[in-house]
């Protein structure tokens, strides 16, 4: 059974960097649309950033121009100019029609 493992998070003082990736057990990520997502204390998970089988970059609004997503072995958000809203949960998932597989997540705390 594939496998994700996030790895890259931690405490960093605002306007900082983070590279948080995702390993997979198993290849899928020419498979599988690929995707990072947040979930701060008391809120819903959402969204970060997702890319295609094809390639194809989706970013939530808030970090678009801050985060990049980009997939070679791993599957990497680099996180520039960090803010302390974006503290939270990072997961890593991958998914197909009707079918989601998450990793464990990975705490990123942004300090003002």
């Known amino acids: 059974q594939v496998r994700l493992v996030e790895s890259g998070g931690g405490l960093v003082q605002a306007g900082g960097s983070l590279r948080l990736s995702c390993a997979a057990s198993?290849?899928?990520?020419?498979?599988?649309?690929m995707g990072w997502y947040r979930q701060a204390p008391g809120k819903q998970r959402e969204l970060v950033a997702t890319?295609?089988?094809?390639g194809s970059r989706n970013y939530a609004d808030s970090v678009r121009g801050r985060f990049t997503i980009s997939r070679d072995n791993t599957v990497d958000l680099q996180m520039n100019s960090l803010k302390p809203e974006d503290t939270a949960v990072y997961y890593c998932?991958?998914?197909?029609?009707?079918?989601?597989?998450w990793g464990q997540g990975t705490q990123v705390t942004v300090s003002s």
């Open positions: 198993g290849s899928i990520f020419s498979t599988h649309v």
């Open positions: 890319i295609t089988p094809g």
């Open positions: 998932r991958a998914s197909k029609i009707g079918y989601a597989l």
